[in-house]
């Protein structure tokens, strides 16, 4: 694995390479959702590319940019295992210069994530686009966790028409169903446990919708109910161009939810 | 020559060429300026591919979107004599959806011609970013004509990091000396002769630094003094990077105006 810190390195060896090339997105602080991400890049490309960059213009005046997990010797490792070919390590003055041209996500990225986060997503399209600007892979992975990401990023490739295939992949969680995340370090031990119920909550609306249950109304309530104890931030019932919608359509809808455990919020999400 | 309407035509054929393609963004109605881009682009290139679109997003309410001149057929012509390989002409609802990711060109962006067209820039870098997107060129080709257009399309291919090399090309003008414009046919005979007082003032500037006034402002008043009997919208003396200077750099400096004629507002400019 070779280890790039300039965009020109990167050019260079990227006009070598013929072959296809998968790419993975990170912001370090790498967990088995990352290592997922890298493993199925690794069975669908020739060359893999990570790269692991905590983006300043994505975090919000008083987020959690400077405590945000940083474990680069640890990361390089897991990559490494994880037969990466190059890892791209940037600082923050190579990826942003004095004067910058600005990405504005459409609208609707104003709500949920947005609606506490004004502004974040113009920075993760920013930096996305970058990052694909400077890697030019044939094929970029994305956690459908981040699931409100995910999908403007697809709407950035589908509206620039960038010949990239960006493929979302399966939330990985722990053993006892919290979904990974880098921010999971912040819990205290009863945050922890109380975490739980996140997942529990989701999986108790995918069984009533089995069961025939499509009133977005009434399943958000049974969620609510699981949460009841919790500092909800949102549930929210959308189909998958985000739209929020009051019949659950069955292979196009996704369930979110937000809750705070002080400074921490933590995301979940279920794809019906 | 191949015709070109849509976008899975252009990525299919774009996905078999490995050899290098230059790239003339326009919007028809082409003159000598465009042909000049064109035959530059032939001259580098294995392939050349023109686009003709009339992009709706970079003209402000009241501007003439509806009244630009369209002389499609003689366009076509012009590019088959040109060897242009392939010319894509595509419809708006080809290139544009309902919801669009925006691109904000930065704040200098709003200065000179951006301060009589606010969000004109925002309008142009979308479009070419789409079809930098559709044509993944290697070399595009952009006239100096359109000065500050063609800075804010550098800085953005600078700040994504596109392999793009981006192409200035000098102006092309009239006999007498009027730069090539496909605006030039809303000038009726008095304004057509009138016209001839914009390159004279810059040639007039470009004499007076020769001798070696370097002062902006006394180069600025003796451009004026030329323009006194028209409508000058404004005159300004720029870097590069489009700072307005006091002191003109040789090698470095760009001297813009813009006169009115009615409606119809023409620029001109000259780098020294």
Redesign the interface.
């Known amino acids: 694995m070779k280890i790039l810190k300039t965009?020109e390195e990167v050019?260079a060896i990227?006009?070598t390479i013929t072959s296809s090339v998968g790419f993975v997105p990170t912001m370090g602080a790498l967990h088995d959702g990352h290592i997922s991400l890298i493993k199925k890049a690794r069975e669908e490309n020739e060359i893999v590319v990570v790269s692991i960059f905590v983006n300043p213009t994505q975090f919000l005046e008083g987020e959690d940019l400077d405590s945000y997990p940083r474990r680069d010797e640890a990361d390089k490792k897991i990559c490494e295992l994880c037969k990466v070919d190059y890892l791209f390590m940037p600082d923050i003055s190579t990826m942003y210069?004095k004067?910058?041209?600005?990405?504005?996500?459409?609208?609707?990225s104003y709500m949920l994530e947005g609606l506490t986060r004004p502004g974040h997503f113009d920075g993760v399209?920013q930096v996305v686009?970058?990052l694909f600007?400077?890697t030019?892979p044939n094929n970029a992975y994305f956690g459908k966790k981040d699931a409100q990401q995910l999908s403007?990023i697809m709407?950035?490739v589908?509206?620039?028409?960038?010949?990239i295939n960006i493929v979302a992949c399966d939330i990985i969680r722990e053993k006892d169903g919290l979904a990974m995340s880098s921010r999971n370090v912040y819990l205290d031990e009863k945050q922890r446990k109380e975490a739980l119920l996140l997942s529990q909550s989701l999986y108790t609306a995918a069984s009533l919708i089995s069961k025939g249950e499509l009133n977005s109304i009434l399943v958000k309530r049974r969620i609510e109910e699981v949460l009841k104890d919790l500092d909800i931030e949102y549930t929210a019932i959308v189909n998958r161009e985000f739209d929020e919608i009051d019949t659950i359509e069955l292979k196009n809808t996704i369930i979110l939810i937000v809750v705070r455990f002080g400074n921490t919020r933590l995301l979940d999400n279920i794809w019906i």
Chains 1, 2 share one sequence.
């Open positions: 965009i050019q990227r006009k210069s004067e910058e041209i600005l990405i504005k996500a459409p609208n609707k399209l686009l970058k600007g400077i030019q403007l709407q950035m589908k509206n620039l028409f960038l010949p």
